[in-house]
């Protein structure tokens, strides 16, 4: 079966840097998406992988290693205005999302 | 700012009563999705459209139905609602593969249903 695991919960400290991971089984691999989603909002697209590497934007970064199925977005300068989940979503070979359940990322002051 | 609309935003109703939830985009996308989501829990799909005329069942598609008549507009059906249809309904299209395959997502509808 196809599935994506990414830690349910993490909490980081105002100015520090997080970094959430998400780890894939899919049948194909067309890119990985990071979405945010703030309590009771809809997602919002944050980025997209589909080559090996790094790719910034912002204090947003985000990383990934197909060979290893996995990916991480690094969250720099943390604000309080990204306390929110952020669920990773890999495309398969049928061009279908498949999710993650998301991580909640607590910042606390 | 995407331009995707869903009403209601809010709907409380009695089990059996028939409900459509409408989804709107002004974008011209040719896809379209509607998705299940439970707090915390991962997003379900339910149908997809790549366009006018083309609909599709996801993994939670059984209890309802979809129609894509126009490009802007898709609908979905809960014939007779049930307690287990209370969650969240978020609506949700894109313009290609790739990168462009970004999904721009409505507000969502909150049903809830008794």
């Known amino acids: 079966g196809q599935n994506i695991d990414q830690p349910t919960e993490m909490t980081a400290t105002e100015g520090a840097i997080v970094q959430i991971n998400c780890t894939y089984q899919?049948?194909?691999?067309?890119?990985l998406f990071w979405y945010q989603q703030h309590a009771g909002e809809a997602p919002t697209f944050l980025s997209y992988n589909v080559l090996d590497g790094l790719e910034e934007k912002g204090r947003f970064s985000s990383f990934l290693s197909r060979s290893k199925g996995y990916s991480y977005l690094l969250l720099k300068e943390l604000q309080m205005k990204d306390s929110a989940s952020y669920l990773c979503a890999v495309m398969d070979s049928n061009y279908q999302l498949i999710w993650g359940a998301g991580t909640k990322l607590i910042i606390k002051p | 700012e995407a331009d995707i609309y869903q009403t209601p935003r809010y709907l409380v109703i009695g089990t059996g009563k028939k409900i459509t939830l409408e989804c709107s985009q002004t974008m011209g996308h040719d896809k379209m999705y509607w998705y299940q989501q439970d707090p915390g829990m991962e997003l379900h799909l339910i149908h997809y459209s790549y366009g006018v005329n083309s609909t599709e069942k996801g993994d939670l598609s059984s209890e309802s139905t979809v129609s894509r008549i126009r490009t802007e507009h898709f609908p979905l059906t809960l014939e007779s609602a049930r307690p287990s249809h209370t969650s969240q309904y978020l609506c949700?299209?894109?313009?290609?593969?790739?990168?462009?395959?970004?999904?721009?997502f409505g507000e969502g509808s909150r049903l809830t249903v008794l």
């Open positions: 949700a299209s894109s313009d290609g593969q790739g990168e462009a395959g970004e999904l721009f």
């Open positions: 899919t049948s194909g691999f067309n890119g």
